[in-house]
């Protein structure tokens, strides 16, 4: 049995958007599992997980807030943002993030930053 294919979380109340990063991600290879919020995937544990991809716009705890909560507790899990919304992509916390996309965003771009953040991961774990 080869080794399993990485779990990537996608957080979004946009199903059009989970449908398309989730065609996106499983034909890169990548399982995937959604949520609908961050209080939904925070209390799924996020044992399994080994990339998050998250709306920065999201009901209740937005994607920043999200970010940082994944940051404490599973700080090895590499975190994208992806906002629509301009005025969160212009605020000052979204400019000094890695992994931070604008809708539309380029998908090749997407998947070889979480190849990227994966393959450091293994390097330095």
């Known amino acids: 049995m080869g080794e399993m294919r990485p779990l990537a979380a996608i957080v979004d109340d946009d199903p059009r958007l989970i449908e398309s990063l989730q065609d996106l991600l499983e034909s890169a290879g990548y399982r995937t599992i959604n949520f609908r919020s961050a209080e ?20 209740g705890a937005d994607g920043l807030a999200l970010r940082e909560a994944v940051k404490k507790l599973h700080p090895e899990i590499p975190v994208f943002l992806i ?15 890695s992994g931070f996309f604008r809708k539309p965003f380029d998908a090749p771009e997407l998947l070889l930053a979480i190849a990227d953040a994966l393959h450091s991961r293994k390097i330095g774990g």
């Open 40 to 59: 939904a995937l925070l209390g799924s544990g996020l044992a399994a997980v080994d990339v998050l991809i998250t709306d920065i716009g999201l009901p």
């Open 83 to 97: 906002s629509g919304r301009y005025e969160f992509a212009d605020q000052s916390r979204a400019q000094d993030i």
